[in-house]
């Protein structure tokens, strides 16, 4: 019983008092933000993100890890009681979630998405744990060359995933990879794109990319239209569902997970289009009767569970091939890099601590977001409370302040700006700008494994086809731009993304 | 001819503009040979895709129409980013308390329902002190409380 050695080990090392310690900081913090309406997991973590510098790096990555599902259930929480999504992937929650609050029955809505998120939590926790050797293993046989057909097939899955216009999720990430060469290059020691600013030596760090375009960006598109808004209840009683409200459920829950746990390994996929798609099926399967849009607890149901899977499940690439299949992940890889581990297949041979303690966070952090939050509820609904005009500045100190601690310089408060600036305008234009973060991190990569392909195939370019990994990698992005670019397909990848109208 | 969709043509302008500039500055790294990738020669095939992207927008700009862009909040933005550059000025020149004040009370007014009331200042203070606390004496951010200006 190997895995159960494994989980052993994990469960050593998430269940040390230190570990379990930022555990609960990262979920709670999380969830304290992440209830905040406007402000996503991407900013949530990018924000918090230099408070975990210090930390050794098991516990950083716990925290992080915490951080962001406590940030995806604090979305759900503000979607459900006031109808104002915290993030993307809880956009459908708020239809049937926030028709439930309505109708007096906010707590067992709340209580819905916490048992969905927990049971999809747990199943993908033994699923992350259960495929993440044998991919691991198949990723050492990986040369140069199948890194970089395999980069480019998340590349252009993310863009086949990802919602908006196909042309402009290309540019983004010619944008993002572009960026992400600002520095010195490290085969010949040119410093590229550095404008002889010592500052940009070392490139761009990506959280002061990720602050400025999805935190800074984030704020000035909030500040334009600016509502009031109201929590409309002050008390949220009734959290338990009955005996006839969780057979509902089973189902939903169940078809939630499976098909959440499947787009979350996808790239590009994760939460958003788990908890879309979900919810779709739902509307589907479910019998006539059930009030879709008015209220239904199915509709709470299957996109929480789904999104919490797709969420868990986005780790078994990062973990096992250290490649970011959303934003998030793409952070989560910045953030081993500066903690001095390379990510990738060798992660879990070489830091088996580290690998199999993550894992075993993920589902502590799943219970401990099931036992905490439903008795906090009081708090997070004043949390929601607070006004956006007194809370944004605020945020907008803990980003000047974070960004200017990564190198204690105020170099990177300005180019944050810049990129505030940017993420500004891009949203106005309708480009999505997560590729762009994508393609930051893993532009340098690219390159690397690109110089070492040619290098080793003495420049023939041929080797990218040559290869059979790498060649069915390559063959399978091509087939996926070719089908996407079908117009028949192409509309109904667009009705999917808009199932919320 | 009319542009047809403004947000598709600003959005080919931006990589236009952008490719453009990483392409001519890319020309003075060396492009390499084919097994040994030079610096130039990355940078060099992303500019060219990301110029050929930006002339695929512009063109399909004034032939499939689309949304005009929404109005553009200069106020909130010019008021957010000033904030936040001034933050970037003041915080090694006159230290992190003038630097927040700054920031706060800058960025505070980019909303219409900003009001500077006894519930606003107290919640500055909060803040300040907070901050202070945290980051400059729990996890020792080195930023000076009082900046070089307050030095005699």
Known sequence: MEIAANL????????????????????????????????????????????????????????????????????????????????????????????????????????????????????????????????????????????????VLGLVASIVLAHGSLLHALGMIMFGLLLGLVGTDVSSGVARFSFDLPELADGINFVVVAMGVFGLGEIIGNLEHEEGRSVMLKKVTGLMPTRDDLKRIVGPVLRGTGLGAVLGILPGGGAMLASFSAYALEKKMARPLVPFGKGAIEGVAAPEAANNAGAQTSFIPMLTLGIPSNPVMAL????????????????????????????????????????????????????????????????????????????????????????????????????????????????PMMEEFLRRALLLSKGSPLVLVTRPISATLLALSAVALIVVLTPALRKKREEAFHEEE | MAIRNPKDFWTGIIYLVFGGFAFWIARDYGMGTASRMGPGYFPTVLSSLLMLFGVIAIVRSFIVPGEPIGKFAWKAAVLVLLATLLFGFLIIRGGLIAALLALVLVSASASDKFKFDWKATLGLGLLVAFCSLVFVKGLGVPMPLLGTWFDS
């Open chain 1, 8 to 151: 052993w080990l994990g469960l050593q090392t998430a269940a040390s008092f230190v570990n379990l310690f930022y555990c609960l900081i990262g979920v709670f913090l999380g969830t304290a933000i992440g209830v905040l309406p406007g402000l996503g997991p991407v900013a949530t973590i990018a924000m918090l993100l230099p408070v975990t510098f210090g930390l050794p790096p098991v516990s950083a990555l716990i925290m992080l890890a915490g951080i962001y599902y406590g940030a995806q259930y604090g979305g759900s929480t503000t979607a459900i009681l006031v109808n104002l999504p915290g993030e993307s992937s809880s956009v459908v929650t708020a239809l049937d979630g926030y028709q439930m609050a309505r109708n007096g029955h906010a707590g067992k809505a709340l209580a819905t998405a916490a048992i969905g998120s927990f049971f999809a939590g747990t199943v993908c926790t033994l699923l992350i744990a259960l495929f993440s050797p044998p991919l691991a293993e198949v990723a050492l046989k990986f040369g140069p060359a199948d890194y970089f057909s395999l980069m």
């Open chain 1, 332 to 443: 989560m890889i910045g953030a081993m890099i500066i903690q001095g581990i390379q990510p990738g297949p060798s992660v879990m041979t070489e830091q088996p601590a580290l690998f199999w303690g993550l894992i075993v966070s993920m589902w502590i952090g799943n219970l401990m977001l099931l036992v905490l939050n439903l008795p906090l509820i009081g708090l997070w609904v004043k949390m929601i409370s607070v006004p956006y005009h007194l809370l944004y500045p605020a945020i907008i100190v803990f980003c000047a302040i974070g960004v200017f601690s990564l190198a204690n310089t105020p170099f990177d408060v300005y180019f944050m700006t810049v990129f505030g600036l940017l993420g500004y305008i891009f949203r106005k234009l309708d480009a999505e700008p997560a590729p762009l973060l994508l393609g930051f991190i893993l532009g």
